[in-house]
Nanobody
């Protein structure tokens, strides 16, 4: 399963962006989705996740500002980012975990998108 992330860019503080992550390659079932980010000189950190039941979890720093969602019909995951701050500047990565069947054999996987740059100016 391949993931293609898009939607990053340059925005002023207080602005909004919506990141998208489209999955392709084969039919599969989702067990979890997530967005992560990595700022220069820092480790990759969790931004938001959602399990198969739709329960979401957010980093404290983005709660109330970011919203994770998915559209199964489009095989796409989204991250709506509002009231952006300069400290949100990072490369954002999407992740999809799921499984598929080849006959009776189930295969689990976890795929990463290629990353999309978000830059927030003050």
């Amino acid at each position: 399963v391949q993931l293609q992330a898009s939607g990053g860019g340059l925005v002023q503080a207080g602005g909004s962006l919506r990141l998208s992550c489209a999955a392709s390659g084969r039919t599969f079932s989702v067990s979890g989705i997530g967005w992560y980010r990595q700022a220069p000189g820092k480790e990759r950190e969790m931004v938001a996740t959602m399990d198969s039941g739709g329960t979401s979890n957010y980093a404290e720093s983005v709660k109330g500002r970011f919203t994770i969602s998915r559209d199964d019909a489009k095989n796409t995951v989204y991250l709506q980012m509002n009231v952006l701050k300069p400290e949100d500047t990072a490369v954002y990565y999407c992740r999809v975990m799921g499984y598929y069947y080849s006959g009776p054999v189930m295969t689990q996987f976890g795929s990463w998108g290629q990353g999309t740059q978000v830059t927030v100016s003050s």
